[in-house]
Structures are given as structure tokens and as C-alpha cells.
């Protein structure tokens, strides 16, 4: 984003706009984090400011600030697709194609507003007026942070902009461990600290509120953890069966794909999740190094994200999709065990 972009976005914010901001579809903490902290701001100038999410999210992001404000589009159609026809202003965010929204992306694509893109994956899509694209930046959260920081106002976070912002950067980084966390990364979060972000008490809301059910569907995906150590590689299964059998709720799967990938000597993580009602397999992977989980996604499995961070998904049955994948991994032998 150019100096003059950054000209040209604060002479559009000076008067009050109808704006709307929206994440992609299964908004994770990045993705509630960084809309969120956005509203709050754009609140203090008076704008007419609605987050519409494509549908619902976790219940351990349900306590955010102004969480009980976002709109979810799914549930919520008409109302949505009026907002977006009026928005002078829509900022996408987390996302760097429109087909990530799903239902949302035909009425995204016929509006006439202006479109600021703010995203930190790799190739972003053509469709935005404004792009702030940065792949080496931990979080979309921290991006908002240097938004907010080269319009001039970092003087205007507060502690619930500061408390949005540190949950997208926490969640994104695996709790400040993951190879995107920098230097720089740490002087934000000590800032958002400064600014009123309770750390033990989002902690506390985003890991330590765990079910009975979620603990148990965990250990069965740990039972069902496989690995392929001549491959370097770990994957995990769920099925739907196993999903109804403890009681799953969105947002029970987080994060379990990492338990693979914290295994000695391995590279390459992925958790397979059947989905009866969308009719797919979901797919997350994990890697570690220089391997790129985006690369094999892009490749096989419709999807991307970043070098150690993407997400995929197949149309074939979930037997059927581990065995493309087992039959896909010799190609990347020398890559995995290059690490």
C-alpha cells in the first residue's frame, strides 16, 4: 500500500461513510479479531459500521467486544445484501478472494463501493480499489495494527480494539510460536498490552473454556493419528460418525491438526474432517521449515493459505481422499526430508 493510497483511504474516512467489513467463511480468531478491531475504530469517526460474517463461528470467540453486533449472512440474506448495495466502503479481510465468502461473493462482486483489501496470504485476487497484502506479517490483526498506525491514530486504540487485535495475532501465531512471529510482532503485543489487552483473561476465554465432548473428540483424534515416518508426516481422520458421537460443535476441531505436527521428526501435519452436509472433505495442514502446505493445497486439494499454514478441501470420500494424499506425498520426498 502506497503512501498515496494511505492519502487517498484518510480522505475517504474523513467524513462519515456507510461502511461494511467482512471476513472469510468459518471465520477463525484472526478473522473476528481483525474485523472487530477495525469497527471499534472506524466507530470513533462516526461511520455507519456493520460486520457481516458469511456464517457463524466458534463459541470461545462469542465474548469479543461488539461481537453481538456482527451480522451473519447466511441467517441473515436480506438484510446483508441491502447493507453491502448501500456500503460507500467494504474492507475484506483475512481473505484475499471473493469465493471465500461462498454465498456472499455474487453480491460482493456486483457491488459499486470502494474495496480495501487488508490480508497477509499469497496471491491476492484483483478485485480491490485499496490493497494492503503483506505475507510475512503474523496476523491479519497486526495489519489492522499498522493500518490504523500509518493513518496517524495509533493514539485511538483502545483496550477493546487492543483486546481484538491481541486474540487474531495470538490465535494466528499459535500462541506467539510460529516462525511469522517477529520482533516486531512482540513490540505490537506489548503495545495492545499498554492499551488495556487483559492477556490471561483472553487466554483464558479462547483455550481454557473446553467441553467434555470437545476433550473427548480429541482424544479419538489422537487415536486415530497416523504417521508415515519415512515421509516425515502425521495425519489425522474424523468422520462424520465420530463427529455426531461427541456432539460436535464448530470450532471443536481447532488447532488439532498441530498435535501431529509437535511430533519428533515430523514436517508435514494434515486432519481430515468429513462434512455429510456440505458434501466434502475439509483439510488442514501444517508444516514446518520451508516446506509449503500452500503449494501441495493449490495443487490437490482446491485451496491454499500460507507456507506452513493452509487449508483444503476434496469431493471424494474421506477413505478415498487420505489415499490421494498418501499416493501424492513421494512426490515431495525429497522436499520433507530436506527439512
Known amino acids: 500500500m502506497t503512501q498515496q493510497d494511505i492519502k487517498n483511504i484518510k480522505q475517504l474516512l474523513a467524513t462519515p461513510k456507510r461502511i461494511v467489513i467482512v471476513p472469510h467463511k468459518n471465520p477463525d480468531g484472526d478473522a473476528i ?5 477495525l ?3 472506524l466507530l470513533k469517526y462516526n461511520h455507519n459500521v456493520t460486520v457481516i460474517a458469511p456464517n457463524d463461528y466458534p463459541g470461545f470467540l462469542k465474548w469479543i467486544p461488539g461481537e453481538s453486533t456482527i451480522l451473519k449472512y447466511d441467517s441473515q440474506a436480506d438484510d446483508c445484501d441491502a447493507l453491502i448495495k448501500k456500503a460507500d466502503i467494504i474492507f475484506t479481510l483475512d481473505f484475499n478472494a471473493l469465493h471465500r465468502t461462498g454465498n456472499m461473493e455474487p453480491v460482493l462482486e456486483q457491488s459499486d463501493a470502494v474495496k480495501i483489501l487488508i490480508d497477509h496470504h ?4 484483483d478485485y480491490a480499489t485499496y490493497v494492503f497484502s503483506d505475507v510475512s506479517m503474523s496476523s491479519t490483526c497486526q495489519m489492522i495494527y499498522h493500518f490504523i498506525d500509518m493513518l496517524g491514530d495509533n ?3 483502545d483496550t477493546n480494539i487492543a483486546t481484538c487485535l491481541y486474540v487474531g495475532i495470538m490465535t494466528d501465531t499459535g500462541s506467539f510460536r510460529f516462525a511469522s512471529t517477529t520482533s516486531t510482532t512482540h513490540r505490537i503485543i ?3 498490552i499498554e492499551k488495556g489487552a487483559n492477556v490471561a ?4 476465554h479462547v483455550y481454557d473454556n473446553n467441553s467434555y465432548d470437545r476433550l473427548q473428540l480429541l482424544g479419538c483424534a489422537l487415536s486415530n493419528l497416523k504417521v508415515i515416518p519415512e515421509l516425515r508426516t502425521a495425519y489425522i481422520s474424523l468422520s ?3 463427529l455426531n458421537k461427541y456432539n460436535f460443535k464448530k470450532g471443536d476441531t481447532e488447532g488439532v491438526v498441530n498435535y501431529g505436527l509437535s511430533l519428533e521428526n515430523i514436517v508435514l501435519a494434515a486432519i481430515f474432517i468429513e462434512d455429510k452436509q456440505e458434501g466434502i472433505i475439509k483439510i488442514s ?12 493445497s493449490r495443487a490437490h486439494f482446491n485451496g491454499g493459505g500460507h507456507i506452513n499454514a493452509a487449508g483444503g478441501r476434496s469431493e471424494l470420500s474421506l477413505n478415498e481422499t487420505i489415499k490421494k494424499f498418501i499416493s501424492i506425498l513421494p512426490d515431495y520426498s525429497n522436499a520433507l526430508n530436506n527439512e
Open 240 to 242: 462424520q460418525k465420530e
Open 285 to 296: 495442514l501444517r508444516s514446518k521449515g520451508n516446506f509449503s502446505v500452500n503449494d501441495l
Open 155 to 157: 493514539d485511538k486504540i
Open 33 to 37: 479479531g481483525s474485523t472487530l478491531g
Open 201 to 204: 483473561d483472553i487466554h483464558n
Open 190 to 192: 506489548a503495545y495492545l
Open 39 to 41: 469497527y471499534h475504530y
Open 122 to 125: 499469497q496471491e491476492p485476487d
